[in-house]
């Protein structure tokens, strides 16, 4: 008699035609805690870029605060029109004004007509000319108010647009008496120049500035300009403070599958100062007139707020 047959396990049964498959077992419950545990990182990579972004921010209104032991006398400067010195100047003197409790003015020292005064509203028609005139007889801050003109920033603002018809004009003489009088008064000084190199108005805002910054647009023109304004500073004996000073690249523009910059070209001015900003392109910006970096666009914000922290980094403070 022959043995029975071994049943045949589940798993190694054949299936038959017709019947339906068993279903699945269910997979095992995981833990909530697991659950949590098991999530992507990238919410923890968000949260940590959050902490270092909030810890940098609060790194550089530290820098921005700093006392000042003195007045501090910045220069704007470059080679051509157009290059972004009256932007930059705005720009730089609104976020300085804003975040430090100091008084800061900025000063036109085009030698003929500036375009400074032509964009804040205006609340005194007197020029830097009407201020040299009333040197003798100015002693207090409110003194020198009555020439100014004060943005919504907080930044006051020396105008230089004379009429045509007037015989007076802004000299290195003139121009030094003047930033003289505004350092006794306001601890950041800045100054707006005029365009060309060298005439004899910058020679007298290179020779009394504590700090430069060179304004640059972006392309080959830009770049071969202020290539040639570090090559002038050189030339003039201000090779350290070319060595020390910010370039700032206005009116960037970037385009898919190709850079915003040449990276080379950046490169290069960086072997030549301390630092490079470069500052997107923004239609706010491109439409002149009053300049507040708190109504752009974050990006453009966010480079003017880096380039004012390099810029207090270079403060006096022992």
């Not at 020439?147 to 121009?175: C, I, K, W």
């Amino acid at each position: 008699m022959s043995a029975p047959a071994k049943p045949v396990p589940a798993a190694e049964a054949p299936e038959q035609p017709g019947t339906p498959a068993a279903p699945a077992a269910p997979a095992p419950a995981v833990p909530a805690g697991t659950v949590a545990e098991s999530r992507p990182a990238r919410r923890t990579s968000r949260s940590l870029f959050r902490i270092g972004r909030r810890a940098a921010a609060g790194r550089a209104t530290e820098v921005l605060g700093a006392p000042l032991l003195r007045s501090h006398r910045i220069a704007v400067i470059g080679l051509n029109g157009g290059a972004g010195k009256t932007t930059t100047t705005l720009a730089l003197g609104a976020v300085l004004a804003r975040e430090r409790a100091d008084r800061v003015v900025a000063v036109d020292a085009s030698p003929d007509s500036g375009a400074l005064g032509r964009r804040v509203r205006r609340q005194s028609g007197a020029t830097v000319l009407d201020l040299v005139a009333a040197l003798p007889r100015l002693r207090t801050y409110m003194d020198i108010r009555a020439f100014t003109s004060q943005t919504p920033s907080g930044l006051e603002v020396v105008a230089h647009d004379p009429d045509p018809a007037d015989p007076r004009a802004l000299g290195e003489r003139e121009y030094r008496q003047v930033v003289e009088v505004l350092a006794g008064q306001y601890p950041l000084v800045l100054t707006d120049s005029g365009t060309g190199m060298p005439h004899d108005v910058l020679c007298a805002v290179l020779d009394t500035a504590d700090q430069l910054v060179v304004a640059a647009t972006p392309g080959e023109d830009g770049m071969s300009g202020t290539g040639m304004v570090f090559d002038r500073l050189a030339a003039l004996g201000h090779e350290d403070k070319a060595r020390e000073a910010v370039t700032v690249v206005t009116g960037v523009r970037s385009s898919p599958g190709r850079p915003a910059l040449d990276d080379e070209a950046v490169a290069r001015l960086r072997q030549r100062c301390r630092a490079v900003v470069t500052v997107p392109y923004d239609p706010r910006l491109a439409r002149g007139g009053e300049v507040d970096p708190e109504t752009v666009r974050g990006r453009t914000r966010d480079a003017y707020r880096e380039l004012a922290t390099l810029v207090a980094r270079n403060f006096p403070h022992d």
